[in-house]
């Protein structure tokens, strides 16, 4: 994420950027102009008595404190009251209006191609996408429906992370299952994570100093969560993740891809249920899994660099499986000028990052291992030698591509008749 501090440069509004979760709700106040943060913070344990809310008020002062009430309502409308109110006079901030709030939603099905203005109907495609993700998409909702409570007049957007994805071609998005499976109830890839590729496409073109409409990107966003993303032209046309965020690479507490046939022979010769079966996939697989050890990244590089055996095959797995994927995703491409890295991982793992480029040199990359080890700070990104493919980091910042779609989507609605 990024870590602009508080200061002048948000004349033209401020944006509250919001991803409500099953339990928790993150949130920034943001200048969508030069990506400046005045607010950020979490309320953790929402929906129980001991809901905590830890608010940092850039540059650098945090606080934290408990709400009596416990739910998204209470917490959103405890989160307005600490915004800067105009005309208020603190330093820097007290003219900023709030423009709009820009919430991060889950799942947008087949309906939803680009972010849009909340609206009543809006809600109602949003909630009767909610199938497809029944933990995330109602708590997203409940922080649209909190924010209408508390500011009736405020502009609303809505970002999904299934979006970017929609350009995908029928061959990389159907599964080859029965035609009823998605005519009637909507089995097929939808990819997640499209804000943060909305996002790495646009800077990496910069970066490339290239047109991003003549550019092949394979783009690996290696958070908690794991995906890659093919971009061709600007748009993805491949993906990793398919219905739900389980499928494709090895994640920090989720298995990726295993074989489907799994379900029917655990639930045989184990008496697992559906439910003990999904819960096992989802949050004890993985590296956590792998390594016995941890389900962080750092941890698990750590323990494998002191020799511990399940640590290290937990990284070849991981890099393997990896680096199999990119090279699948070129398929989809049919060429490739960058391959980039962003998110937790990909922006801080020179380890990770060097077993992978080692694995794809058939591809033309090869690591400028000075660059790598700082991460292509110095180097516009560019962590590879001279050659036909580039490799690069690239930071991701989901807030502030949600807090400019925000920015820009009000600008539209509030020019309409
Ligand atoms: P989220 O998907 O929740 O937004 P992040 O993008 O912050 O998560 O990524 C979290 C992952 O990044 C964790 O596995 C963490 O260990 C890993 N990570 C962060 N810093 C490093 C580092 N210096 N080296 C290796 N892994 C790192």
């Known amino acids: 994420m990024g870590e602009n501090t508080s200061g002048a440069g948000h004349s033209g509004g401020l944006v509250l950027v919001l991803n409500s979760g099953s339990s928790s709700v993150k949130f920034a106040l943001l200048a969508p102009a030069s990506g400046e943060r005045v607010l950020a913070g979490t309320a953790e344990k929402v929906g129980t008595p001991e809901t905590e809310l830890r608010i940092r008020r850039y540059p650098d002062h945090v606080s934290t404190e408990q709400l009596p009430e416990d739910n998204y309502e209470a917490v959103i409308s405890r989160i307005l009251d600490c915004l800067p109110r105009p005309g208020s006079g603190a330093a820097g901030t007290g003219q900023a209006p709030l423009i709009g709030a820009g919430h991060r939603v889950v799942h947008g099905g087949e309906r939803f191609t680009a972010s849009v203005l909340v609206d009543d109907e809006v809600i109602a495609a949003i909630r009767s996408s909610s199938h497809l993700a029944p933990l995330h998409n109602p708590a997203n909702l409940a922080g649209i429906e909190a924010v209408r409570a508390a500011r009736p007049d405020l502009p609303q957007v809505a970002v999904f992370d299934t979006a970017f994805h929609q350009t995908m071609p029928p061959g990389a998005f159907r599964y080859a299952v029965p035609e009823e499976w998605y005519t009637r109830y909507g089995v097929r890839r939808y990819g997640f994570h499209g804000t943060s590729y909305r996002f790495v496409s646009e800077r990496s073109a910069v970066l490339l ?142 380890v990770i990052r060097r077993h992978v480029l080692a694995r794809l040199g058939f591809l033309g990359l090869t690591e400028d291992a000075e660059a790598n080890a700082r991460h292509g700070r110095d180097t516009r990104g560019r962590i590879s030698l001279d050659g036909p493919v580039v490799a690069m980091v690239v930071p991701t910042d989901e807030e502030l591509m949600i807090a400019r779609d925000t920015a820009r989507l009000a600008d539209v609605g509030a020019r309409l008749p």
């Open 209 to 350: 100093g290239r047109p991003l409409t003549e550019l092949r990107l394979v783009i690996a966003h290696l958070g908690n969560g794991c995906s890659l993303a093919a971009v061709r032209d600007g748009v993805s046309v491949d993906t990793t993740m398919g219905l739900t965020p389980l499928e494709g690479l090895v994640m920090g507490t989720r298995s990726g891809d295993v074989d489907p046939g799994v379900f029917g022979y655990l639930a045989e010769r184990a008496g697992l249920g559906i439910d003990e079966l999904s819960e096992a996939l989802y949050t004890a697989s993985g590296l956590q899994a792998l390594s016995g050890v941890s389900n962080d990244m750092r941890t698990v590089e750590a323990a494998a660099a002191e020799g511990n055996e399940r640590a290290r095959l937990a990284v070849m797995v991981f890099v393997h499986r990896l680096a199999k994927a990119i090279a699948g995703m070129v398929v989809s491409l049919g060429r490739l000028d960058a391959l980039v890295f962003t998110a937790g991982i990909g922006e801080n793992s020179t």
